[in-house]
T-cell receptor, first 113, second 111 residues
């Protein structure tokens, strides 16, 4: 089955700087790569995703890059704010219908003033 | 209103006891999933279902059973709960892609 590795596990950045989280996957058939944000005590919520027919996607201050050759994808948060402090999870789906997401281990992001 | 509802929100169980976690979805999705979340492991898939009457083993099914009696309901059953099953459990529904929706989670403590 698919395995997804996520680094770093803990990330601390200064307010207004950028934060980057990296994930790698094993299965070359993986075709859908979402990112979730989880606030303390809440459930994970989708913030951005990318499909295998794209290399880059941006939604406001969130940028996702996908390198299929290296089996690597990454989330970049630009101009970070304290409200960006949360747990972030990457995920990948290897099935043709995008279902059954496999998650990375998570990154705890702290944005400090 | 929430499209995926889990109950209970919190549960304390004794070792060796039976625990049932319930999940109801109003998204009319065929696929439903049970994950557990532990620090350092992210979300790990326990069981999933492609529709009423079907259950499939995920990545960590040992010690768990699942039941999908209807399109809307998907239960996770711990027949003999152990302290190692103390965790936060999330149910999700989704056909794939951005429609993947999580419930609010169940915090289970096995003592």
């Amino acid at each position: 089955g698919e395995q997804v590795e996520q680094l770093p596990s803990i990330l601390r950045v200064q307010e207004r700087s950028s934060a980057s989280i990296n994930c790698t996957y094993e299965n070359s058939a993986s075709n859908y790569f979402p990112w979730y944000k989880q606030e303390p005590g809440e459930n994970p919520k989708l913030i951005i995703d990318i499909r295998s027919n794209m290399e880059r996607k941006q939604i406001q201050g969130l940028i996702v890059l996908l390198d299929k050759k290296a089996k690597r994808f990454s989330l970049h948060i630009t101009d970070t704010q304290p409200a960006d402090s949360a747990m972030y999870f990457c995920a990948a789906s290897a099935s043709s219908s995008f279902s059954k997401l496999v998650f990375g281990q998570g990154t705890s992001l702290s944005v400090v003033p | 209103e929430a499209a995926v509802t889990q109950s209970p929100r919190n549960k304390v169980a004794v070792t060796g006891g039976k625990v049932t976690l319930s999940c109801n979805q109003t998204n009319n999705h065929n696929n439903m999933y049970w994950y557990r979340q532990d620090t350092g492991h992210g979300l790990r898939l326990i069981h999933y279902s492609y529709g009423a009457g079907s259950t499939e083993k995920g990545d960590i099914p040992d010690g768990y059973k699942a039941s999908r009696p209807s399109q809307e309901n998907f239960s996770l059953i711990l027949e003999l709960a152990t302290p190692s099953q103390t965790s936060v459990y999330f149910c999700a529904s989704g056909e794939g892609g951005p429609d993947y929706t999580f419930g609010s989670g169940t915090r289970l403590l096995v003592i």
